[in-house]
């Protein structure tokens, strides 16, 4: 499958007319084939204005259709083969077994919300049948289920070009929730994004489902992003980013007519505590773990171990040294994209110059410009508290072990925090009295908390919750990796004394849709 520059809007090609973008390859600086044209406003009302006039009609698909879909772009990617890897890693300098991974896992997805919307247990059908006879009152027929908010934009990540972007987890679980989907290209996926989009649309034509279900878009610049949230037909934005630009979006969103939610995943320093007895025990390979966790990827995860605690005393020193000695032998590696490695190398550079941080070691130099040197650092708490800038994330393979005089400490420390994607505990049965101080504060802190392990890695499943309170997020009640992620698209109605023939069929009597469904207060299977 050729890779054109073109957009995709709802079954058509568009080559755009607003200036001329190309991705590039961060490990070379080359600049990779073909020349993309940027979208206008008019682009962008198109692809909206197809999603809309098609909504009604997606969302009333069969379920078992709207499963099929998902299953079929999973397929449509795989079957891609080497040309989808071979072009992400041109445009991300990922290794190929990385990518591979990430691909296996953007289908995955796929597939758990095709498994999902099978089973209906999402449309949350609720049954409270009528009570005429009800003294002092009567009580009329009430039955509420889920329906989709309306088309979604999704805009795509830099450092997740499969799992993050186009057909990754905020678009599957869109279309599952079934709302159309209009999606922003990275500008350093450009390729990539152009694949995955033809894996969708050709999935879009082959489940005979309406075309303005899907559209891809490109732009140079704010505009296009912007003009898409302001769009009156979007309903709800998906975004994975940075802080400013999460928060942008949500101003825009804030700012329409008609304001709408913007599940935005913006920054997280993901805090772990060190506990005096997991420490004593295994401080040498928490060590090592934790080193293999903050670069991992180059850092560039959102869930990285950005900062951990530990009560200073001999045992913690050990751990320093060991991580020291980690960091040093780790190697540098290419990162995402010039701005991205720019903004890390500022953010090292700064660090290295506070008063009260010192380095506890760095890996091998960086043997090209978009390349980074990992990097640990260390600093008491009290200095920890005295500079802000200490608590700001870092995108990158570094870290800041701080050093806390006692557990007390470490407890006022974990409520300053600001919102978080997760925060980690390593504890042993001796360090329980500490640990059950410390939850309830993380419990307020993150959407996950992490015991004995390190938080880089997000399994797809019912339970995962990734999100958390701001900024970690923009909203703590969802999460965008797992089942539940579904939620984000979805609004409850309830339908009152209405005649059998006009109800949705999983609202009627006879569950003609063989659904899950709660009747006056029972639960009732399919």
Known sequence: MAVTGAML???????????EMRAANPATGTELEPVFG????ADVDKACELADRDFDAFRAAPLETRALLLETIAQNLMDLGDELIERAMAESGLPRPRLEGERARTCGQLKLFASLVRDGR?????????LPDRKPLPRSDLRSRKIPVGPVAVFGASNFPLAFSVAGGDTAAALAAGCPVVAKAHPSHLGTSELAGRAIQQAIAKCGLPAGTFSLLVGIGNEVGGALVKHPAIQSVAFTGSRKGGQALVAIAAARPQPIPVFAEMSSINPLFLLPAALETRGAAIATGLVGSATLGVGQFCTKPGLIFGIAGETFDAFTRAAGEAISAANAATMLNAGIQQAFAHG??????????????SGAEASHAVAAQPVLFATTAESFRS??????????PVALVIACKDDAEMVHLANQFEGQLTATMHLEAADHALAAKLLPVLERKAGRIVVNGFPTGVEVSYAMVHGGPAPSTSDARATSVGAMAIERFLRPVCYQDFPTDLLPSELQDANLASKPRLVDGKLLTA
Do not use: H, M, Y
Request: hydrophobic share 40%; glycine share 18%; net charge negative.
């Open 348 to 361: 090292v550079g700064s660090l290295d110059t506070i008063d009260g941080v010192t380095k506890l070691g």
């Open 38 to 41: 940027g979208g206008t406003t």
């Open 122 to 130: 999402f449309l949350n059908v609720v049954i409270d049948t009528a």
């Open 9 to 19: 809007i709802g079954a058509e090609e568009i080559r755009g007319t607003q200036g």
């Open 387 to 396: 500079n802000p800038k200490l608590a700001e994330e870092i995108f990158g």
